[in-house]
């Protein structure tokens, strides 16, 4: 039986390999039932492994988008704001109106955002897992990369933050047929602030 023949030194001729994808992050708690119970609900999503100490979720083709794994000494209560790590993860929802019906999912089963902001080149929605890990769910304002860098090269030097936005309002105003793009335009920084103020750490 022949052997092919394989070279690395021809895969890195070609350019420096790069991921093909992100495919799951994991937190670590002190526990495991509350935060897959959270994680459940907040992304619909479905246990494909879990034992005593550790649950993998998810919610499409991937074997797992979240592992969430029990270690001994780790506490549950959060770590100060300042301590240097992961600042949030960031899920995205395919339009405005899956996006904005997962919010009144989520809220009428006691989950509310902490956090509800038009960036520009997307509207996010940020949530505090019971640990206090942060969760971004957006949706994509613009179809293209070129779009988003055209974005932030325009706007950004004056407002990198975003707007904050009312999201019942938003709802009244998707139901009653406001046009998408002007649903997603974010307004001009208010007068006398800066980005900062938008912030809601």
């Known amino acids: 039986m022949s052997t092919a023949r394989r070279s690395l030194s021809d895969i890195a001729n070609k350019g420096p390999p790069r991921p093909a994808k992100l495919s799951h992050i ?6 495991v039932a509350r935060l897959k119970s959270w994680y459940l609900t907040l992304l619909t ?8 100490s550790l649950c993998f979720m998810t919610y499409d083709d991937e074997h797992h988008r979240l592992g969430i794994v029990q270690l001994p000494g780790v506490s549950s ?6 301590t240097p790590g992961l600042e949030h993860v960031s899920f995205t929802y395919a339009d405005l109106g899956q996006l904005l019906a997962n919010y009144r999912r989520l809220k009428q089963l006691g ?19 019971p640990d ?3 969760v971004e769910l957006q949706v994509d304002v613009f179809q293209t990369a070129e779009e988003v860098n ?5 706007y950004y ?10 999201p ?8 009653a047929g406001v046009p998408i793009a002007e649903l997603y335009r974010r307004p001009k920084l208010p007068e006398g602030m800066t980005p900062w103020d938008m912030l809601r750490p």
């Open 45 to 52: 999503a479905r246990v494909s492994f879990e034992n005593e």
């Open 132 to 134: 206090g890990n942060k």
């Open 111 to 129: 989950i509310e955002p902490f956090w509800t902001i038009n960036h520009g080149p997307t509207i996010s929605m940020y949530y505090r897992d």
């Open 150 to 154: 055209a974005f932030l090269e325009r």
């Open 157 to 166: 030097p004056e407002n990198f933050m975003g707007i904050i936005f009312d």
């Open 77 to 82: 209560a959060a770590a100060p704001p300042s």
């Open 26 to 31: 994991v937190v670590r708690t002190g526990d």
């Open 168 to 175: 019942e309002e938003m709802i009244r105003k998707y139901e």
